[in-house]
Nanobody, 116 residues
């Protein structure tokens, strides 16, 4: 059974840092594209960053230069390093896995709260 488990969320002051981690199990991790999404209260879920199986990375404009996505296929993990956090980064962050840009496996989510 494919599973994704996130960790690393929490409460941080604006300007601080958090590192989110996601570990996958039950499948060939290296074959899959991985991504981080987030959903803020009252808003739709949005893609934050992705790291494809072909080692292509992408981050949305609003977090460029502040967030870094990385993956370690040997450990079946994907991480999101978040620096210079802003209150508008407050959301539930989800790890996602899929192929060909279609993400259909999700973690349970981890809350990130940035206070001003």
């Amino acid at each position: 059974q494919v599973q994704l488990v996130e960790s690393g969320g929490g409460l941080v002051q604006a300007g601080g840092s958090l590192r989110l981690s996601c570990i996958g199990s039950g499948w060939f991790f290296s074959d899959y594209d991985m991504a981080w999404y987030r959903q803020a209260p009252g808003k739709e879920r949005e893609l934050v960053a992705s790291f494809t199986s072909g080692n292509n990375t992408y981050v949305i404009e609003s977090v460029k230069g502040r967030f870094t996505i990385s993956r370690d296929n040997a450990k079946s993990t994907v991480n999101l390093q978040m620096d210079s956090l802003k209150p508008e980064d407050t959301a539930v962050y989800y790890c996602a896995a899929g192929r060909w840009g279609m993400y259909n496996t999700w973690g349970q989510g981890t809350q990130v709260t940035v206070s001003s």
